[in-house]
């Protein structure tokens, strides 16, 4: 498989050029030249396959002959290693729980088959590879955790000092080996300006093999699309079934992974972009008009997004038609009140416990199936454990979360930090002085 960039569709580059780059030089973004169509051999004998070899189906129709199968399935094997159960919440409504990875976030699914894939693109090279991310809690650990020992790749996760969870930070800075924990001391912007002009240092790029791995990097969409698929699975008759999904969203990958599974055959009506009051997407559905704004803090706050980096992959999907999105995707978006209320109503009526961003996507079914009645079956995704939301959701459930044994153990474990100022010489001698 071959890939364009959004901003010019002659640029067109290998799976390799598209997964180590990361992002064009034209500020596109990558997207697969075709979506086959998965045949209906796959959906017919769904239900016989389980979610590695179900998720091999689908790698294969994206990523083609640029990797040997036996490579690949020991890839998908190793990255989806952990279930995504469709729990049963109430009447008509489901939660697909993407937690059950190391670092109890749906993040976990595209960061540890990112980096096998990454590891196996740069296994003939003789340097090192290189990832820098900038985090403001989530990516960093998901990231560091999925290429913690990976072979040829080495991690360098810049986080603010003093502004993400004492959980996230134990995630990211205990590890150790090849993944390196820098404290910044200044703001997440501050750590993002320092990647940002990492990648553009001329003296850098000499010394070292740099790559990101945020959530613009088309190999973190590819196996988001599987776990809807596996979804599917766990519905009797889907065939035969109208069936909507809510994505809490922020920078819209997961959504935008919903849509490309979708454009394989996934039988889906309708997606629900749920989001917290950062609503640019759903005011665009609302209007028409993309409007990207400074974002806003919230008790939701992996979403709290103010220009989502993969909107112009949704344009790119239906050629800027904005009707066409319409009739896919439908927007709704929720308030930190109305988040902690749904908290509490869900605990108190099914004793189901869900975290702040999982909430949001609740409301978002909720409310469709409410004008939608149509709907045979609303599921909607819990992107992260409550237990990471501790502070936030026992105060609202009156009651207390039990941490789960990986969690607790990231508690147990010794942080290992480096400070650095938010000065970017000194970043750039730290760079140059351990370079691979
Ligand atoms: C990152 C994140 C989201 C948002 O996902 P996008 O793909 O950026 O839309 C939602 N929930 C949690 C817990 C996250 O970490």
Redesign the pocket.
């Known amino acids: 498989m071959k890939f364009y960039s959004t901003a010019d569709k002659t640029n067109v580059v290998s799976l390799r050029d598209a997964v180590l780059g990361g992002m064009p030089a034209d500020n596109g973004l990558y997207m697969p030249e075709s979506i086959p169509q998965l045949p209906t051999s796959f959906f017919n004998s769904l239900y016989t396959l389980d979610y590695q070899t179900l998720s091999f189906e689908v790698a294969k129709i994206i990523i083609g002959e640029d990797i040997p199968h036996q490579i690949l399935w020991d890839m998908i094997n190793h990255a989806i290693n952990f279930d995504t159960p469709l729990v049963d919440i109430e009447d008509h409504i489901k939660t697909l729980e993407l ?1 059950h990875g190391p670092t109890l ?3 976990d699914v595209g960061a540890r088959f990112m980096s096998r894939l990454m590891a196996y693109l740069v296994k003939d090279s003789d340097r090192e590879l290189t990832i820098l991310v900038a985090t403001s ?3 960093g650990s ?1 990231v560091a955790n999925g290429f913690f020992q990976v072979p040829g790749i080495n991690v360098i996760v810049l986080y603010p000092a003093n502004k993400i969870s004492a959980i996230q930070e134990k995630q990211i800075a205990t590890l150790g080996e090849n993944i390196i924990a820098l404290k910044v001391n200044g703001t997440f912007d501050d750590c993002q300006h320092l990647v940002k002009t990492a990648f553009v240092d001329p003296g850098i790029k000499k010394s070292r093999m740099l790559t990101s791995a945020n ?1 613009i990097n088309i190999s973190r969409l590819i196996p ?1 699309t599987f776990y809807y698929f596996n979804a599917l699975r766990q519905i009797a008759n889907f065939q035969s079934k109208q069936i909507a999904i809510s ?11 919903g849509l490309i599974a979708k454009r394989m055959g996934l039988p889906v009506q309708r997606f629900i972009a749920a989001t917290n009051i950062n609503h640019i997407v759903p005011d665009y559905l609302d209007s028409g008009l993309y409007r990207p704004k400074p974002s806003i803090p919230t008790i ?1 706050n ?2 709290d ?1 103010g220009s ?3 909107f112009s992959r949704i344009l790119d999907l239906y050629d800027s038609s904005w009707k066409r999105i319409k009739s896919d995707i439908h927007g709704i978006y929720l308030s930190d009140d109305e988040t902690r209320q749904a908290i509490s109503a869900v605990k108190k009526n099914t004793g189901y416990i869900l ?1 702040p ?2 909430a949001v996507g609740y409301l978002g079914i909720k409310e469709y199936l409410l004008k939608h009645p149509k709907i045979d079956a609303g599921i909607f995704l819990e ?2 454990h409550p237990a ?1 939301f501790k502070n936030i959701i026992e105060p609202v459930i009156q009651d207390r979360i039990e941490i789960p044994a990986r969690l607790a153990d990231f508690l147990n474990r010794k942080i290992q930090t480096l400070n650095l100022s938010k000065n970017f010489p000194e970043f750039k001698a730290f760079l140059l002085q351990h370079s691979v």
Not at 247 to 257: C, M, Q, R, Y
């Open positions: 937690f976030a749906f993040k809690g989530d990516t998901a959530s988001q994505v809490p969203s922020g920078n819209f990958g997961n959504l935008t992974a939701s992996a979403m997004v989502p980096s993969n975290d961003h999982g992107t992260a990471k």
